[in-house]
């Protein structure tokens, strides 16, 4: 079982609708989440970051975490052709010789058509 | 006004050879990074360094050697270049060793 897995995708959505991206980690002592985005051939770049259960939004963006399932989501309203590259998930390692380490997903490319 | 910044940004090689990647950040972070993407996107610690104190170290060969003079710097010296290691290099920087993390440009290494 992969540590961190995402929805594989390609994911397409049209534009202005709303992309929804997922992810699940097998470490139950995680508890620090993350989205980056990543446009192809740049580096990653922050976009959320999640702690507590619940949703968290930022703009056009939506986290959601459930700690109990494991499950951590990204949704981005009223999607634009600007927002497509590939989205990372990454968790946060807790404790140990781990500490501090984030594992990412494989990653999921979203395109928004126009 | 340049975060994390990476040198080269492109390295081209030939197998066998040795070759350094350097990485500063002006962030003030404790906490630096390297990360290797591969040709999938698949992206993977390497090493971190909190306070030139080696944190992190996962299963790379010994050939890969990190170094920090100070907690501004983190460079990466690769000895006896392989096919696989080609990919693209990414150094991140936090601040206390947790939370987000802020990545460089890449440097993308082929070795031929």
């Known amino acids: 079982q992969k540590e961190v897995e995402q929805n594989s995708g390609p994911l397409s959505v049209p534009e202005g609708a709303i992309a929804s991206l997922n992810c699940t980690y097998s470490?139950?002592?995680?508890?620090?989440f993350f989205w980056y985005r990543q446009y192809s051939g740049k580096s990653p770049e922050l976009i959320m970051s999640?702690?507590?259960?619940g949703d968290k939004e930022d703009g056009r963006f939506t986290a959601q975490l459930n700690k109990a399932s494991q499950y951590v989501s990204l949704l981005i309203r009223d999607s634009q052709p600007s927002d497509s590259a590939t989205y990372l998930c990454?968790?946060?390692?807790?404790?140990?010789?781990?500490?501090?380490?984030?594992?990412f997903g494989q990653g999921t490319i979203l395109t928004v058509h126009p | 006004d340049t975060a994390v910044s990476q040198t080269p940004k492109y390295l081209v090689t030939q197998m066998g050879n040795d070759k350094s990647i350097k990485c500063e950040q002006n962030?003030?972070?404790?906490?630096m990074y390297w990360y290797k993407q591969d040709s999938k996107k698949f992206l993977k610690i390497m090493f971190s360094?909190?306070?030139?104190?080696?944190?992190i170290n996962e299963t790379v060969p010994n050939r890969f050697s990190p170094k920090s003079p100070d907690k501004a710097h983190l460079n990466l010296h690769i000895n006896s270049l392989e096919l696989g290691d080609s990919a693209v290099y990414f150094c991140?920087?936090?601040?206390?060793?947790?939370?987000?993390?802020?990545f460089g440009p890449g440097t993308r290494l082929t070795v031929l």
């Open positions: 991140a920087s936090s601040q206390n060793g947790q939370g987000e993390q802020f």
């Open positions: 470490d139950r002592g995680s508890q620090s």
């Open positions: 999640i702690y507590s259960n």
């Open positions: 990454a968790v946060e390692s807790a404790g140990g010789t781990s500490y501090g380490k984030l594992t």
């Open positions: 962030l003030g972070h404790d906490t």
């Open positions: 360094y909190n306070n030139k104190e080696l944190i």
